[in-house]
């Protein structure tokens, strides 16, 4: 047993024959901002709506906040806020009619509770308008207002930056931050922006036709040793030397090689300058999760069985 | 809390315009058949048809009497349309819109999610009625002095009784007026429970009933009748007879109520198994 707000085991959901969802196991600790992420299909929007009781798993278990979804979804959900990707209101009620109407599912929330969380996310000013006269700036708001509701210890965010334009994402990836650092939540974050991921998270996990493909620490990827830029008026003559000394297993694009096991920039660099090579410049290529991303994708998923 | 539900789903259901296409449309029916009765030869052929069966026609051409006209037509032809048009509504479209996985986020289970939208449907089907029966009998009055109640449906009812006890009667009716309007929201609601669009599980609704009336319309399946729904429907009528057939009008009662209650519980089975995705 885990006290681990999110716990998958080995789970799987099959649609028509079609399997969505396969022997996935995902651990996400507590005070973590954990990354979901994947193409579209991957699996992950189906993975969320199993955590949140929505769709129910062919096979396998689902604990959240320490408690078994398919069997006690009630009290797994009692401590979870959810945000979906474009978040949809009932437009022709106001913004507190709506979160009364949301709050009175989310246990015992007093009208003192939605006041607090309005003027968290900055919708003092709006709430007795109609929804439908809300920029999409303000709906991620409202969204993350009922999210809030029930004083929650896990988020689950699903898209929350869908649809927004870039001063809007870059406000929401502030207020997730904020809600992390003020309040201590534990956020599981399935996002397409990348670039969102990285700045956000400390730990991912990416689906791929149903498979978990990858997980690990955002800065593990990050520090993972990739390759090294070398810039030189004759990087063909370069690399040829490098590699007949044994320091690189290989060069691309005219500009990167890949240094050999065991060896190092400096050699790199002693040597081109020994044999009179004119070096403008070496230096390690970091690794961003898009590189890392789109290179894992390249391989196919495991075949079930192999 | 279950009160706080029930009052928030009210708002969200009298809050969209949607649900007032029913009211207005009645609203309009109920005008143009007081014009159409008052201005045609619908009125004279109506006191012909007393004066014929030994009534007064100046005793009983009354605000009653012709708003019984009025609502017999609407009843048949409007209110399962308007009534299956909210019930189709109630879960589908809430499923089509998404708000549906933004409740289901919630703590709150499925069955009790639904309950609450059934009682709002419930609820609709009495204001529906209560709107219907009060408007006929206001715009009647208008036009209309204050007198007997006489009701001729040929082979369903036949009465005659004063203006006092055909108020009594009148409202007493409404209250079984109200149970057919809930059991074509109930069947819509099932419908809509499923995982179809709302106007399909409307569409469905109505056609189930349609069918029911075409059937027991047939002379074949006369011996049948019980099993048509429709069939029972006509209890708002058999109130107004002279002396009321209570044990016909107790009996299609019970299957009406009964038809409600599996409605639900066939809509909370289909949807408790349902995945709700986007």
Not at chain 2, 71 to 97: C, H, N, R, W
Request: net charge positive; with cysteine; hydrophobic share 50%.
């Amino acid at each position: 047993m885990t006290d681990a707000p999110i716990h998958l085991t080995d789970l799987r959901k099959v649609f028509g024959g079609r399997p969505a969802v396969e022997s996935l196991d995902l651990t996400v600790p507590r005070g973590e901002i954990f990354g979901l992420l994947g193409h579209n299909g991957a699996g992950k929007s189906t993975t969320i709506g199993m955590m949140l009781g929505q769709v129910w798993p062919t096979s396998g278990s689902i604990r959240v906040c320490g408690h078994d979804v398919t069997s006690n979804r009630q009290k797994a959900l009692e401590k979870v806020g959810a945000i979906f990707e474009s978040p949809v209101f009932y437009d022709y009620l106001s913004g507190w009619r709506n979160l009364d109407i949301l709050s009175a599912y989310s246990g015992a929330t007093t009208k003192a509770r939605i006041a607090e969380v309005v003027e968290w996310v900055g919708l003092t000013g709006r709430i007795d308008s109609k929804v439908r006269t809300y920029s999409h700036g303000m709906r991620a708001r409202l969204a993350l207002a009922q999210a809030l509701l029930p004083k929650p210890e896990l988020l689950i965010l699903d898209e929350p930056s869908d649809g927004l334009d870039p001063e809007g994402i870059h406000e929401m990836r502030e207020t997730i931050l904020r809600l992390h650092r003020e309040l201590g939540l534990t956020i599981m974050l399935s996002s397409h922006l990348l670039n969102e991921v990285e700045q956000l998270c400390t730990r991912i996990a990416i689906m791929q036709k149903g498979h978990k493909v990858f997980e690990g620490q955002v800065s593990e990827v990050k520090a993972a040793r990739g390759r090294v830029m070398l810039k030189t008026a004759d990087f063909n003559g370069a690399t040829a030397l490098l590699q007949s000394n044994g320091l690189i297993t290989a060069a691309s694009e005219g500009r990167f090689i890949v240094l050999a096991p065991g060896r190092s920039t400096a050699e790199v660099i002693r040597l081109l300058v020994a044999s009179n090579v004119p070096v403008e410049g070496v230096w390690q290529h970091e690794q961003t999760l898009e590189d890392f991303y789109l290179n894992l994708l390249k391989t196919p998923p495991p075949v079930p069985g192999k | 809390m279950f009160v706080r539900q029930l009052r928030n789903e009210l708002w969200k259901l009298f809050g969209k315009k949607r649900t007032y296409i029913g009211f207005g449309a009645f609203l309009l029916a109920q005008v143009a058949m007081l014009m159409a009765f008052k201005f045609t030869r619908w009125q004279s052929d109506f006191e012909r048809m007393l004066g014929g069966n030994g009534y007064l026609p100046a005793e009983f051409i009354s605000a009653l009497t012709v708003a019984v006209v009025m609502l017999i037509p609407q009843i048949i032809l409007l209110m399962p349309l308007y009534a299956t048009l909210v019930g189709g509504d109630f879960v589908a479209k809430e499923s089509e819109d998404g708000t549906l996985r933004m409740i289901l986020c919630r703590p709150i289970s499925r069955v009790r999610l639904l309950l609450v939208k059934w009682i709002a449907g419930i609820i609709f089907a009495g204001v529906l009625v209560a709107v219907l029966g009060g408007t006929a009998l206001g715009f009647a009055r208008i036009a209309f002095p204050w007198g007997g109640l006489f009701v001729m449906v040929p082979g369903q009812a036949f009465s005659a009784m004063p203006a006092d006890e055909g108020l009594q009667r009148f409202l007493f009716s409404h209250l079984f007026l109200a149970v057919n309007a809930s059991t074509m929201v109930s069947i819509a609601f099932m419908f809509s429970c499923f995982n179809m669009k709302p106007a399909a599980a409307t569409i469905v609704a109505l056609s189930y009933l349609f069918i029911n009336v075409v059937m027991e319309s047939i002379p074949f399946f006369e011996r049948y009748n019980d099993f048509f729904i429709t069939h029972h429907f006509r209890c708002w009528l058999l109130v107004l007879e002279n002396p009321v057939p209570w044990a016909r009008v107790f009996q299609s009662e019970v299957i009406l109520v009964a038809v409600n209650i599996t409605a639900f519980i066939v809509g909370a089975m289909a949807f408790q198994v349902r995945d709700i995705k986007s």
